[in-house]
């Protein structure tokens, strides 16, 4: 079972996932002096980045890498890495190594070993933060998609994966995606969800029926108590 942890008010729940995730981070530079930390897009973890961004912490030590991105360059409107340049990279932590997954070619799935190998060198993750869907998808681990059942292998010795989504309101125009596999999850250190509103706090207690194939509820199964969840109203 996932530790489920639920806030009064987004401010207490950011506060808290802030703290812990400096905590984790600074563990490991004082344990192994790198640490590595996998990061979601979406628009749910803007304020912890925006506090991480501020924190004093050894930063050129440690490497941030995305949980996953859409298959478009990075100056695109929706591409995870220009988010993550606006909100985590600036401030103190500009001086993190940021390994992007988007790399030139019209085809993730051709291009998904290239990406793969360069997220072997960071696997495994001390921490991973993910956010999640409204049609409970986590990553771009996306329901029925073309990918989803290779990337899904908890024993996965691939980092990345290629996705194509079925398009959907979530999913815009943006169907071709890469992923970080369900294997690159099992084996991180801690894994937090970080999600708000009642909505979505509903769409994650149903997946978590072991009934519900979605992926959320997948990997909250193969995950069990590394798995933290974050939630506010
Ligand atoms: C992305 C994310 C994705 C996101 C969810 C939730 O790149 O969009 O990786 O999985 O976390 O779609 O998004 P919101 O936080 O905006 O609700």
């Not at 979505?200 to 590394?226: E, F, M, Q, W």
């Amino acid at each position: 079972m996932a530790n489920f942890l639920s806030f009064d008010s987004r401010e207490t729940m950011v506060a808290a996932i802030t703290a812990d995730t400096r905590a984790r981070l600074e563990a490991a530079l004082g344990k192994r002096g790198e640490a590595r930390w996998a990061v979601s897009g979406g628009s749910t973890p803007a304020p912890l980045f925006a506090a991480m961004a501020d924190a004093d912490l050894g930063w050129h030590n440690v490497k941030v890498a995305l949980v996953d991105e859409r298959w478009v360059e990075a100056d695109h409107a929706r591409s995870n890495t220009a988010f993550l340049r606006r909100t985590l990279l600036t401030g103190k932590a500009a001086d993190a190594a940021f390994t992007p997954m988007k790399v030139p070619g019209d085809d993730p799935f051709a291009a998904a070993p290239i990406v793969d190998a360069a997220y072997k060198a960071l696997d495994p993750f001390d921490l991973v933060l993910l956010g999640m869907g409204p049609d409970g998808h986590i990553a771009s681990l996306f329901p029925s998609a073309e990918g989803l059942e290779a990337a899904m292998q908890p024993d996965d010795v691939a980092t990345v994966r290629a996705i194509r989504a079925n398009r959907s309101d979530v999913t815009g125009d943006e169907v071709l995606r890469l992923t970080l596999t369900l294997g690159a999850l099992t084996r991180a250190g801690a894994v937090q969800l970080m999600i708000t509103g009642d909505d979505k706090k509903a769409v994650y207690d149903a997946a978590t029926d072991p009934s519900s194939d979605l992926p959320i509820g997948r990997v909250a199964r193969a995950l069990g108590n590394r798995l933290s969840v974050y939630w506010a109203a």
